[in-house]
């Protein structure tokens, strides 16, 4: 059961609601159908219940290898907002591609460089989880699998007691019990305090205790009846599941993970990465372990640009995920896609937390940005609760229903069904949301390294001999190596020529040469550059310059290649 939030078979529209599998399949397949110039969609792995984790690759020559950005929604099951958001940007791109429209008001000679632009696209990176959240409500934080060995444990397992096809929350009169019902809105339940007189609840998720003993009530879990996060999962600072909860078994434990970890491992040519969560209308991005002082401060400018813009264009404040997104004081999160991202593949990674329930209640912007969601005093969860009734038809807190529970006997069921208005966007909102997203990462791909051929200039030497003058630039934002702090990656390789002769032959020298790394033209915002005092940028670090002497008549093909870059080709006639 669905409630509203689907409307109808195969529905796409998924800047009005949020799609199934079904949907977002059906989507990505139509797509590629209009569209086969410009599109490929491939699957990188399956869950645990069967279902593709879809793929989509977008731009001219999409087989080709060049500078590529990353997006992925949908990482914890809850946070559907995220593949609409994947699947705008996606969309945004196609019709580009396709019929040339500049997107989002992008400038043209942004434009000009996201024509050589690949985009990798996976907009449900927990279909298994994200089903089980639409059919039924209930919470889950990634995907479903449960392979734990300590099969004797007593926990909870989510499932509907009630009948009505959700799974949201229970609700048990306990004169030790942390909640109260507000006196100002109806069903809203309410940290207990000294001055509350009762009754008092104890709140658990709707479902069974298993191995129960028929006294003791276990603790939920924020993971809820399935151990892994895939946001812990990742290699970079991996620790086990004894130093932090949802590690999962090992890193790349899971399906999910693992299909990612393997496809941008042998995709370097991605230099951006957009991971997208919800809620509380924010962006996170490195350092995850380690304050300001210690980043790289040319990294550091480039994500004060990326900050600008998504300022600009969606209200969001980016903040650091060591200093402002630590849930205890200097204990950084482990394994999270974030770090992996910037600290192994060399990207510009940051997490978005669609959505910014906060700003739209009214609520103040706490310092550090975690304490939103953990510092939520009893007057800002009741101004949560009218605004979702006043501006979310009521579609968050729900009536208390009576039940007979199997095991705990008479509870209620009901409580808060965070699905839409609390952990994504209300659907009247969604289509605003889509849009800036898009606006802003659009032009975080437009920073792409962009190496070209600059000129090449032939002199006849006399004696069948050709000299070939190549100078090859970066008219690209970004320089070759992306980010200062990837320099030191081991598979961070730097431009270099190759040469092909066809009925002509080189006179000296091996047919394959060295550029080294060219840098762009940004520097991002606060590095010094262009000061009032000092007004001057770099040399020509972004140029380089080979000489080739061939004999005899034929063509020679000229390669710029690179992991990181792709490759750039011209035939040359000689002799």
């Known amino acids: 059961m669905r409630n509203d939030l689907s409307i109808g078979t195969m529905n796409t529209d998924f800047r009005n609601t949020y799609l199934s599998y079904d949907e977002v399949t059906a989507t990505l397949q139509n797509w590629v159908g209009t569209w086969p110039d410009f599109a490929r969609l491939q699957s990188v792995g399956q869950t645990a219940e069967g279902r593709e984790l879809w793929l989509l690759t977008i731009g001219p020559r999409p087989d080709d290898i060049r500078p590529a950005v990353w997006v992925d929604g949908n990482m914890h099951a809850t946070e559907l907002c995220g593949s609409s958001v994947a699947l705008a940007i996606a969309e945004d791109m196609l019709r580009f591609f396709a019929e040339g429209a500049p997107p989002q008001d992008l400038s043209p000679a942004a434009c000009e460089i996201l024509k050589d632009v690949l985009f990798y696209v996976m907009p449900r990176f927990s279909p298994d989880g994200a089903e089980r959240i639409l059919d039924e409500g209930r919470y889950v934080r990634s995907n479903t699998r449960d392979d734990r060995p300590d099969e004797g444990r007593s ?8 009948g009505d096809g959700r799974a949201l929350a229970m609700r048990v009169k306990d004169a030790t019990g942390e909640f109260v019902e507000s006196p ?9 305090t000294l001055d509350d007189q009762g009754p008092f609840y104890k709140l658990y998720p709707e479902g069974v205790i298993e191995n129960f003993d028929g006294k003791t009530i276990p603790s939920p879990s924020f993971l809820s009846d399935s151990p892994t996060d895939l946001n812990r999962n990742f290699p970079w600072s991996w620790v086990p599941e004894h130093a932090q909860m949802g590690a999962g078994a090992f890193p790349g434990s899971e399906p999910e993970s693992r299909a990612v970890i393997e496809f941008t491992t042998s995709h370097p040519n991605i230099f951006a990465w957009l991971n997208l969560h919800t809620f509380g209308g924010v962006a996170i991005r490195p350092l995850g372990d380690q304050p300001d002082s ?11 640009q990326v900050a600008r813009w998504l300022e600009d264009h969606t209200g969001y404040p980016t903040v650091s995920g060591f200093e402002e997104f630590t849930y205890e004081p ?9 770090d992996y991202a910037y600290h192994q593949r060399g990207c510009i990674a940051y997490v978005v937390e669609l959505w910014d329930l906060f700003a739209r209640v009214g609520l103040e912007r706490k310092k550090p940005f975690v304490k939103s969601y953990t510092d939520l005093s009893r007057d800002d969860l009741v101004a949560i609760a009218k605004w979702d009734r006043d501006h979310n038809a009521g579609r968050a807190v729900l009536e208390w229903q009576p039940c007979e529970h199997p095991q705990l006997g008479p509870i209620e069921v009901g409580g808060i069904d965070q699905r839409v208005g ?21 032009r975080v791909a437009a920073m792409a390294p962009a190496i070209r051929f600059a000129d090449i200039r032939l002199e006849d030497l006399g004696g069948e001999l050709t000299r070939l003058d190549i100078t090859v630039e970066n008219h ?15 598979w961070n390789e730097a431009p270099y020529l190759e040469l092909d002769c066809d009925g002509c032959a080189l006179v000296e020298g091996p047919a394959r040469r060295p550029l080294g790394h060219l840098d762009g033209w940004g520097r991002g915002l606060g590095d010094g550059t262009g000061a009032l005092y000092y007004p001057y940028g770099l040399g020509n670090s972004g140029t380089a310059r080979q000489t080739i002497v061939v004999r005899g008549t034929g063509t020679i093909t000229v390669t710029i290649n690179s992991c990181r870059v792709g490759a750039i080709r011209r035939t040359i006639r000689v002799g």
């Not at 926990?155 to 009630?162: L, V």
């Not at 210690?294 to 004060?304: P, V």
């Not at 200097?330 to 974030?338: A, F, Q, T, V, Y």
């Not at 690209?476 to 081991?490: C, D, E, H, Q, T």
Request: with cysteine; net charge negative; proline share 7%.
């Open 155 to 162: 926990f909870w397992r989510t499932q509907d007691i009630d």
């Open 476 to 490: 690209g934002y970004l320089p070759s190596y992306v980010l200062n702090s990837a320099r030191k990656l081991s």
């Open 294 to 304: 210690k980043m790289d401060q040319n990294d550091l400018a480039i994500y004060r």
């Open 330 to 338: 200097d204990k950084p999160i482990h394994g999270d896609l974030n």
């Open 184 to 192: 100002e809105v109806a069903n809203l339940m309410l940290p207990r």
């Open 422 to 442: 609390i952990s994504n966007p209300p659907y009247e909102l969604l289509e605003e949301t889509c849009a800036q997203q898009s606006a802003a990462f659009l």
